[in-house]
C-alpha cells in the first residue's frame, strides 16, 4: 500500500489485497491493483473505480492506469493521458462515464458528505483502521499522521475516545520499537557496505528505502548514498567481468573452429595421398 499525495489531493495504491480499501474516507482515493476485488455495491454507488497495474517494456516498467464501471470493461491509459482535478484523479473514460449518466455524478472527494458529514464516532472507526493498516505495513511516516489526526478529533463518545487514547498509546509503544528497528537496520547496512556482503547490502537497501524513507539524518543519508555506490559500482564491475567472459568465450570458439578447419584441410590432404600410388609420389611432395 502507497500513499501520494499530489495537488491536494491523496490517493491509496493498493497493490494486493493485503489492506482492505476505505471507500469512504474524505481524505483519500483508492486505486486498486488488478487483482483486488470490488463488490458489487461500491461499484454502483461510485459509478467506477481505478486500477493500476506495472508492464514490463525491455528492461522499463510502465505504469498503466484503468477505469472500471459496473458493467464495464476495464479501459487502461498511459499516464500522460491520466490528471488530477477537483474530483480527483480523472480518466478519458471518466469523462465517457459521466456524460453517459442523467444525473449529477458524485464527488469521490467526498462521498460520503453527500449524504451527511461522518459523526465522530464514525470518523473515529476510519481513523483507527487507517492507523491498523499502517501499522501493518510498518509506514511510521502515516501512522504518525494518523495519531496527529487522532489526537486532534474532537466531539467522540467516551467509548470512542477509550479506545483511541488506548490506540495512540500501544502505537507510541510501537514507534519506540520502530526506532530501534530502524536504527538497528542502518548499522547492519552500514556493515555489509564495510564488508562488501553485495546481497545483504542489497536487501537491506530495499528496506531502507521502502520504511525509512523520510525525515533521515545526516548519518542516515551517508550511510544509503554509501550504500547506493558500493551497489553500482559492483554492478559496473560485473558488467566489466561479463563482457571480459564473454569475450574470453568468444575467442575460444574462434579457436575451436579455427582448430576443425586445420583439422579437416589435414584430413583432406592425407586422403589425396592415400589415394596416389606410393611410386608415383616424389620425395619432396611426402
Not at 63 to 70: D, K, M, P, S
Amino acid at each position: 500500500m502507497v500513499d501520494i499525495a499530489s495537488q491536494g489531493r491523496q490517493l491509496r495504491v493498493h497493490l494486493d489485497q493485503a489492506v482492505e480499501p476505505t471507500w469512504d474516507d474524505d481524505g483519500t482515493e483508492p486505486v486498486l491493483g488488478v487483482s483486488v476485488p470490488v463488490d458489487r455495491d461500491t461499484m454502483i454507488r461510485r459509478w467506477y473505480v481505478h486500477r493500476i497495474r506495472l508492464e514490463s517494456k525491455g528492461t522499463a516498467r510502465r505504469i498503466r492506469i484503468g477505469t472500471e464501471a459496473f458493467a464495464r470493461p476495464t479501459e487502461w491509459f498511459a499516464l500522460d493521458e491520466c490528471e488530477i482535478g477537483e474530483r480527483g484523479l480523472s480518466t478519458p473514460a471518466v469523462e465517457r462515464i459521466v456524460r453517459s449518466r442523467r444525473t449529477s455524478p458524485p464527488s469521490h472527494r467526498s462521498a460520503s458528505r453527500a449524504r451527511k458529514a461522518p459523526e465522530p464516532d464514525a470518523r473515529a472507526k476510519v481513523l483507527l483502521r487507517r492507523l491498523a493498516d499502517a501499522r501493518r505495513v510498518d509506514s511510521v511516516v502515516v501512522v504518525t499522521r494518523v495519531c496527529r489526526e487522532i489526537s486532534e478529533l474532537a466531539g467522540a463518545s467516551p467509548e470512542a475516545q477509550d479506545q483511541m487514547h488506548a490506540a495512540v498509546r500501544d502505537t507510541r509503544v510501537w514507534l519506540e520499537k520502530q526506532t530501534e528497528v530502524r536504527r538497528d537496520r542502518f548499522a547492519r547496512l552500514d556493515k555489509a557496505v564495510s564488508a562488501q556482503e553485495t546481497a545483504q547490502v542489497r536487501e537491506l537497501l530495499v528496506h531502507v528505502n521502502a520504511t525509512a524513507a523520510h525525515d533521515r539524518t545526516e548519518v542516515e543519508d551517508r550511510i544509503v548514498d554509501d550504500a547506493a555506490v558500493f551497489l553500482s559500482t559492483h554492478a559496473r564491475a560485473q558488467q566489466s567481468l561479463n563482457a571480459k567472459r564473454e569475450a574470453e568465450v568468444a575467442a575460444e570458439r574462434m579457436a575451436a573452429t579455427a582448430a576443425l578447419a586445420a583439422s579437416h584441410q589435414v584430413s583432406r590432404m592425407l586422403s589425396d595421398l592415400r589415394r596416389q600410388p606410393a611410386r608415383h609420389v616424389s620425395k619432396a611432395t611426402l
